[in-house]
């Protein structure tokens, strides 16, 4: 049984909800006092979506995905279900939808401020656009976190140094899965990003996604879980991270960084490994 944070007004549309919900397979509300009791004492790890995904379907990846992934018995699984759908074109209501993220941040920070008080800790995981989202509840957390891992982030290079400097300062690891042939990042975030930034906080075009080459300096050594950059030869898109509606079979953690040169981790290769090595990563990043 998985548990979901449901921070939708609706089932579809980019519009946040103005309080968080919480569901069982998504399908059962239960009330925050289960809540706090299903999490007391363990270690919970929150894993968010990306842009342009509907509630329906980001149950669907975000279950498969947790059903990847090998936790020890000592941490649960949240995943948590944010307004990011496209309201118009994809790439033109990108930018929009920034703001839904911070709205969704800040919503899912105070949910937990309020109710995550028992967990023994908290580690964020993202996908996409989601790194917004979580950055903004980590900004506005009233506690740290014990992992922080950014796969495939929409979101600036530089933004540890600049806009959420105070956030992952809160954060006791960070890591970032990234992938140069992730050609939702090289074209959509180039083409959609200046337009945000001109409508929210000016317009470095210059700049490039932190998921596409990872982070443009090295994360704190303090900090430094590490910046996982996917090789080349995997071909390894935006999409891969989180699975569409099946589950593959398991990679058992842990698995050590990639370098540039290593072959497909898989022989043989199967259909969805993709999002099983990203789960076998996070798997490993939570040990």
């Not at 449901?6 to 968080?20: I, M, N």
């Not at 008080?117 to 976190?145: N, P």
């Not at 400097?165 to 959609?192: C, H, M, N």
Request: proline letters at 7%; aromatic letters at 10%.
């Amino acid at each position: 049984m998985t548990l979901f944070i449901d921070l939708r007004a609706t089932p579809s549309g980019g519009v946040c909800a103005a309080e968080a919900t919480v569901w069982e397979d998504g399908v059962r509300l239960i009330s925050t006092e289960e809540f706090i009791a299903r999490i007391q004492g363990f270690n919970v790890v929150l894993a968010t979506h990306g842009f342009n995904v509907s509630r329906g379907a980001g149950i669907q990846a975000l279950a498969c995905w947790s059903a990847l992934l090998q936790l020890s018995p000592a941490e649960v699984f949240v995943g948590v279900l944010w307004p990011g759908d496209s309201k118009f074109l994809p790439v033109l209501d990108y930018p929009i939808e920034g703001d839904e993220a911070v709205k969704s941040g800040r919503l899912l920070a105070n949910f937990l401020n309020r109710n995550a008080k028992g967990a023994a800790s908290l580690s964020l995981v993202s996908h996409s656009l989601g790194a917004r989202m979580v950055l903004e509840t980590l900004d506005k957390l009233d506690r740290a976190v014990r992992r922080l891992v950014l796969m495939a982030a929409a979101i600036e290079d530089n933004c540890f140094q600049s806009e959420y400097q105070s956030a992952v300062a809160k954060a006791e690891k960070i890591y970032t899965l990234a992938s140069r042939k992730d050609w939702v990042l090289q074209f959509a975030f180039p083409i959609g990003n200046p337009v945000g930034e001109i409508v929210m906080r000016g317009h470095p075009y210059f700049k490039s996604a932190l998921g596409r080459a990872g982070p443009a300096e090295p994360i704190p050594l303090e900090q430094c879980g590490g910046s996982w950059q996917i090789p080349d030869g995997w071909k390894y898109g935006h999409g891969d991270y989180l699975p569409d509606n099946a589950i593959a079979q398991q990679i058992a953690p842990p698995i050590q960084p990639p370098s540039s040169t290593l072959a497909i981790p898989v022989s043989p290769v199967f259909d969805g490994w993709e999002s099983s090595w990203s789960a076998c990563a996070v798997s490993t990043q939570m040990t």
